[in-house]
């Protein structure tokens, strides 16, 4: 079964740093596209960063170039956030996401090609 596990988050001062983590499971060997998505109630589902687990291609979002990185981990399907700098306007439910089209090889990554999502995890940033 597919199933999508993220882990760390939290309350941070602004900032400081924090570090996500997601285990994507039930993909077998293929090259998936695995990317961070955040919201905010009332607010549309944004992308933050998103990267390939073959070539490592990554791409980010304009408000948090430079501050985050995402990088695949030791197993398969294993993605990381590392979060610097952060801001109050980093505050938001964050989501692990999966494209099955590997679309952000080619720079594309808008969320509608995700078709699988973790739950979410919060991140908190006060001032």
């Known amino acids: 079964a597919v199933q999508l596990v993220e882990s760390g988050g939290g309350s941070m001062q602004a900032g400081g740093s924090l570090r996500l983590s997601c285990a994507a499971s039930?993909?077998?060997?293929?090259?998936?596209?695995m990317g961070w998505f955040r919201q905010v109630p009332g607010r549309e589902r944004e992308g933050v960063a998103t990267?390939?687990?073959?070539?490592?291609?990554?791409h980010y979002g304009d408000s948090v170039k430079d501050r985050f990185t995402i990088s695949k981990g030791d197993k398969m399907h294993v993605v990381n956030l590392e979060m610097k700098d952060l801001k109050p306007d980093d505050t938001a439910m964050y989501y692990c996401?999966?494209?099955?089209?590997?679309?952000?090889?080619?720079?594309?990554?808008?969320?509608?090609?995700?078709?699988?999502w973790g739950q979410g995890t919060q991140v908190n940033v006060t001032s």
């Open positions: 990267i390939d687990t073959d070539g490592g291609i990554v």
């Open positions: 996401a999966v494209d099955l089209g590997a679309y952000c090889r080619s720079g594309y990554w808008p969320t509608t090609v995700y078709g699988y």
């Open positions: 039930g993909f077998g060997s293929s090259t998936l596209c």
